[in-house]
């Protein structure tokens, strides 16, 4: 089977890992030169608890953004303000086990002034976040529309899966959107798997997606429906268009020279299409099933 690997980024932030230990050593290393151990009844558990806490927390979010964002200004902004943030909750959590003498009291004082530095770090990385997302977005624009939801993406094709996209022409439909829906269909499909693999097949499908993506506007949608079929929602577009669009895609289809892995033997496929108007008075649920209806039987309207 074709299979997207999902490995985390820890790879790719060495550096930032031996940052982390280190933030945390000079908090240690400062501390006990600083401090001598309290008496067991001075102890506060509660203290320790929720400070304690907010270590552990802080410690969590470093790795989380560690394990899943690539390297980069936002990232490296990110575990610099956890860090600084680190920092001063490791000195506050370990001062309940300590007791400063009054020269070196001068630590306590200034532990909190690195999670102020921290938090304005942050607030900036979140500042380049919301414009690196926006970057993102656009890119994501034909897979993705208003809404995100990673459990629906199929991990073969890597568009939103058929329930996603119901979900988002019932909504078009709701602010008051008119379009065209479609559904292609790759001809033959079962015979491409028995006679190339199902890897092949995951394979192709992958780089059909692809193709639907590069043939679309911006505006528009694609998904997976199920199986060798894909949806399209493609909003204020007149029926002209909308099937010229659909139409340009079935011929990018066709024309595509698939290779195979083993050989170089170019593999050539088609498509048909079913494209139905959408308003926002249409019963989505019927131009489905008459959709699907029409691609059972064969009927080749579109392409
Ligand atoms: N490789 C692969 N094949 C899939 C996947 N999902 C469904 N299929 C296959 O897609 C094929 C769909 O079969 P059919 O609905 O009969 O479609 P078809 O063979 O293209 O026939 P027509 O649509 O009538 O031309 C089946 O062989 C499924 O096993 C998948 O995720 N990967």
């Given at each position: 089977m074709f299979k997207l690997r999902n490995h985390t980024q820890f790879g790719h932030h060495k550096g930032w890992l031996v940052f982390t230990?280190?933030?945390?050593?000079?908090?240690?290393?400062?501390?006990?030169?600083?401090?001598?151990p309290k008496l067991f009844a001075e102890i506060s558990w509660?203290?320790?608890?929720?400070?304690?806490?907010?270590?552990?927390?802080?410690l969590a979010w470093i790795l989380s953004a560690l394990a899943s964002r690539p390297p980069g200004k936002v990232t490296r902004y990110i575990v610099i303000g956890l860090?600084?943030?680190?920092?001063?909750?490791?000195?506050?959590?370990?001062?309940?086990f300590l007791r400063y003498p009054p020269a070196s009291h001068w630590l306590s004082m200034i532990e909190s002034f690195p999670a102020v530095v921290g938090m304005l770090?942050?607030?900036?990385?979140?500042?380049l976040w919301h414009h690196e997302q926006r970057a993102i977005n656009i890119q994501l624009r034909r897979r993705e529309w208003d809404y995100r939801d990673h459990g629906e993406?199929?991990?073969?094709?890597?568009?939103?899966?058929?329930?996603?996209w119901q979900a988002r022409a019932a909504a078009f439909q709701e602010s008051g959107g008119n379009g065209y829906v479609a559904i292609i269909d790759i001809n033959d499909f079962s015979y491409f798997n028995e006679r190339y693999g199902q890897a092949e097949g995951d394979r192709y499908l992958h780089e059909v997606a692809q193709l639907l993506i590069m043939n679309l506007r911006q505006q528009d949608?694609?998904?997976?429906?199920?199986?060798?079929?894909?949806?399209?929602?493609l909003p204020?577009?007149?029926e002209t268009q909308a099937y010229n669009i659909v139409k340009q895609i079935c011929i990018s289809i066709e024309h595509v020279a698939f290779r195979h892995q083993a050989s170089a033997e170019a593999i050539y496929t088609s498509a048909r299409a079913e494209v139905a108007q959408l308003t926002p008075v249409s019963h989505l649920p019927n131009i489905l099933r008459g959709m699907l209806g029409k691609l059972e039987k064969g009927q080749r309207t579109a392409a």
């Open positions: 230990v280190a933030v945390l050593s000079l908090a240690l290393v400062l501390s006990l030169n600083a401090g001598s509660l203290d320790i608890l929720g400070e304690g806490s907010i270590v552990l927390l802080t860090g600084c943030i680190l920092f001063s909750a490791s000195l506050d959590l370990l001062d309940e770090v942050m607030t900036g990385a979140l500042y993406i199929d991990p073969i094709t890597q568009l939103y899966r058929g329930e996603y949608l694609a998904c997976r429906y199920a199986g060798d079929r894909f949806a399209l929602l204020d577009v007149c």
